[in-house]
């Protein structure tokens, strides 16, 4: 587990919520970091399906064709920020040219109408996560966050981030992190 400290970039990685959390909108919240700097972090929640939100919603919206693609995918709460606009976290294999982020470890996120048109079509990425809205933190806090025992930090895998079944993601990630969900404890301690 990696220590929150001003050096570590948590870019391309997880945050797991603690049982402390505190806040019911990050409650057993799986976290994909898509930035990370000091002048704060932005993330994308990974596990808490939209459930009155279908992509075929979206693209009809936009008015973009339905095509041959995967249009049944699970539209996802990024975040409380922006709830209203849409983003793409997905595999490198696919980019926009000035449009998508590289994000460490194989990730890019894009948020254009490009990648949705291209996902209808089965143009677009081979794994991809759609979300509304986004998390993000100003400078200092998230790192205040993990000292309060607020988050716990996994390396990212394709298999926790894009995997179909969103319930055990919380549970997945802390496993990979050795750790048994029934033994942890909402009240954190101080040697």
């Keep these: 587990m990696d220590s929150a400290t001003d050096s570590t970039d948590l870019t391309g990685k997880l945050l797991v919520a603690m049982p402390s959390m505190g806040d019911p909108r990050f409650e057993q919240s799986v976290i994909f970091m898509c930035t990370y700097s000091s002048e704060g972090a932005m993330g994308l ?54 449009a998508t982020m590289e994000v460490r470890g194989g990730y890019g996120m894009t948020a254009t109408r490009e990648i949705l048109e291209a996902i209808s079509k089965g143009d677009g990425p081979s ?34 981030v894009f995997g179909a079944d969103n319930s055990a993601k919380w549970v997945d990630a802390l496993a990979a992190l050795g750790i048994d969900p029934l033994l942890l404890s909402a009240e954190g301690g101080h040697a």
């Excluded at 939209?50 to 973009?64: A, R, S, W």
């Excluded at 049944?72 to 922006?82: A, D, R, T």
């Excluded at 794994?127 to 966050?145: I, R, V």
Aim: some cysteine; proline content about 6%; aromatic content about 6%.
């Design 45 to 98: 929640i990974v596990n808490k399906p939209l459930p009155q939100l279908k992509f075929t919603d979206v693209l009809m919206q936009l008015e973009i064709e339905l095509g041959d693609g995967p249009n049944n995918q699970v539209v996802h709460i990024g975040g409380p920020v922006e709830r209203g606009r849409g983003f793409v976290l997905h595999s490198a294999d696919y980019a926009v040219e000035d």
């Design 127 to 160: 794994e991809a996560l759609m979300a509304m809205g986004y998390s993000s933190w100003g400078p200092g806090q998230l790192e205040d966050e993990i000292q309060r025992n607020g988050w716990l930090i996994c390396d990212a895998s394709k298999a926790l």
